[in-house]
């Protein structure tokens, strides 16, 4: 905790005699009126002044205390809708894993195996995690500037976790598929021994003294922590300190964001797999422009503790990979709570990785997709799926809900109050984005939305999932365009889950994406859909040219 100096002392007493001192007037609520769209008469306005003036004070008490980030809201959200069945009995989980793979002739070509195969690798003693490790804490050497998408190497952290995975290896210890597999973490985790800039420069040098609940899982797991990969500042963008996080497939356009380090870092080949999150779209969008296959599961899935909050009600943990089948190896060892974070919790994850696709029931939203050409990638996908033997129905997505908005005013308000102090003290001027519609001016503009207005939109929230429930989950899986209409938000309000993945290239030679959007806690089911896609079409083994 920060030491309050008497210098510092003398003037919050004297910042607070002055508020005290500060009388609110007629005209002073007449003008706030306007900004809230209310009208008062003259009598009402008076009946409220020495409240309002007294109000001042505890504001003040409330501007003395320096909150840090961590500090809980103690009102958790979730997504249990009467009638919602969470499933709870876990069965066991198998990955398969080959068993005849082989080292590349052309050792590069190691950059882009998948975790199965690298975990047979390792398993069968064909290379050693530690030598693994060092390809690609060299590949991110090499490259990492190149994309401006790594903040830290964690060399030594990388190092002893690779030892101690083939010690293990050595005495019969055997963690399962991830076991001595490198990775990379988007840096709004705390990993103790490393920086945690949260990509702006306000928090550059920041050092916080513990270890993320993801990270410690996938440490429990054997993975290996090679770097901590760059994030749009405060997750907004891709844009940090260090520049534009670039695109792998071309590097004059940025990545996406705001897991915009851990998408570049995964297309690109610089690690297996990394750890990203979303708020509104930081996984979904990235993935879709980098051609990675991301996961956003369930919010409450998996407990946020150690992580940066940005929005109690809608920060959710995935994993960024290169097939749906990897995502599922990486959240059936990361999924669950500590109790620690009062959204989360445990479910059971009973994924098969089989599926019978002509069982399922699948949806595609026709209002974004009908109207468009008919060679899109978009119309292909569905055109892929009657032919490996699905039923796909079209749906009609309710764009008249105010999903954007909504969700936007709720982020406003939240990250507002998680960043007041550097609002308050003008640290936000050190940020690199100054832009009308970039965090700082977010942070001031939320000040203004009255609570009752925010507790407003947080029962309308309600509201959306209420009305969005039955059609959702009528369906196994909807399809749907990444980024169109309402759907992203309204998704990200309801705490759905999706699956963001590789479905053609477009004509300028960048991947094309869609989205398969699942029930709650249905991500067993969803990723095996996935993967069955992916199996039957393979674009997900299309890699960017300049990173072979």
């Known amino acids: 905790m920060r030491k309050i100096t008497f210098t510092t002392l003398l003037a919050v007493l004297f910042l607070g005699k002055l508020l005290a001192q500060q009388t609110v007037t007629p005209a002073m609520i007449q003008t706030a009126e306007k900004m809230d769209d209310l009208q008062f008469n003259e009598a009402k306005r008076d009946s409220m002044l020495a409240i309002l003036t007294n109000n001042i004070k505890t504001y003040t008490y409330l501007h003395s205390i320096n909150f840090k980030n961590d500090a809980p809201l103690p009102l958790a959200y979730n997504v249990d809708l009467t009638g919602l069945v969470i499933p709870k009995k876990q069965l066991p989980v198998h990955f398969n894993i080959p068993a005849n793979v082989n080292l590349p002739k052309n050792i590069n070509d190691l950059a882009f195996y998948s975790i ?22 060299d590949r991110l050497k090499k490259y990492g500037a190149v994309l401006h ?10 190092i002893e976790q690779a030892k101690k995975a083939d010690a293990d290896l050595a005495r019969g210890i055997y963690r399962g598929p991830l076991q001595g597999i490198p990775y990379g973490i988007k840096d709004l985790f705390a990993v103790k021994g490393t920086h945690t800039t949260w990509g702006t420069p306000p928090y550059k040098d920041q050092v916080i003294d513990e270890t993320a609940f993801v990270a410690k899982k996938l440490e429990a797991a054997g993975a290996v922590l090679v770097a901590k990969l760059s994030l749009g500042e405060l997750a ?9 996080t670039r695109n792998p497939w071309d590097i004059k356009k940025g990545s996406g964001g705001s897991s915009a380090g851990s998408s570049s870092a995964t297309a690109a080949g610089l690690v297996p797999f990394a750890i990203g999150t979303e708020t509104y779209g930081s996984i979904v969008d990235p993935s879709s422009r980098c051609g990675v296959t991301g996961l956003r599961p369930t ?8 992580a940066m909050a940005l929005c109690w009600t809608s920060d959710k943990i995935g994993p960024i990979c290169r097939s749906a089948e990897e995502d599922a190896i990486v959240f059936n060892y990361i999924h669950g709570t500590d109790h620690k974070d009062a959204s989360a919790i445990d479910f059971a994850f009973n994924y098969t990785g089989s599926v019978d696709i002509k069982k399922l029931r699948i949806a595609y939203i026709k209002n974004y997709i009908d109207t468009l050409p008919e060679n899109s990638t978009e119309k292909q996908t569905l055109a892929t799926l009657k032919k490996m033997g699905a039923t796909v129905t079209g749906i009609n ?9 909504t969700l936007s005013l709720i982020i406003g308000v939240e990250s507002a109050a998680l960043f007041d102090q550097l609002t308050r003290t003008n640290q936000d001027d050190l940020m690199v984005q100054q832009g009308k519609d970039r965090w700082p001016n977010t942070f001031r503009t939320s000040r203004f939305v009255p609570a009752v207005e925010y507790l407003n939109a947080c029962r309308l929230r309600y509201q959306i999932m209420a009305q969005m429930d039955p059609l959702i989950d009528h369906y196994d899986v909807i399809i749907a365009p990444p980024e169109t209409g309402d759907q992203l938000a309204i998704t990200n309000l309801t705490g ?11 004509k300028n030679g960048m991947p094309a994406s869609i989205s398969f959007i699942g029930k709650h806690f249905g991500e067993a089911k969803l990723l095996a859909f996935a993967k069955a896609y992916q199996e039957f079409t393979g674009y997900n083994l299309n890699h960017p040219p300049m990173f072979k």
């Not at 919010?299 to 150690?306: A, D, L, P, Q, V």
Request: proline share 6%; charged share 20%.
């Open 116 to 137: 199965p195969q690298l975990a047979s690798l390792i398993k069968n003693k064909k290379i050693s995690s530690e030598k693994l490790t060092r390809f690609y804490l």
């Open 397 to 405: 997505f309710p764009d008249n809900l105010h999903g954007d908005e």
């Open 149 to 158: 998408c790594v903040i830290e190497l964690t060399d030594t952290i990388a």
């Open 236 to 244: 907004e963008d891709d844009v940090w300190f260090g520049g534009l």
């Open 299 to 306: 919010y409450g899935s998996i407990s946020r503790t150690g």
């Open 496 to 506: 759905n889950p999706s699956v963001t993945l590789p479905n053609g290239v477009l």
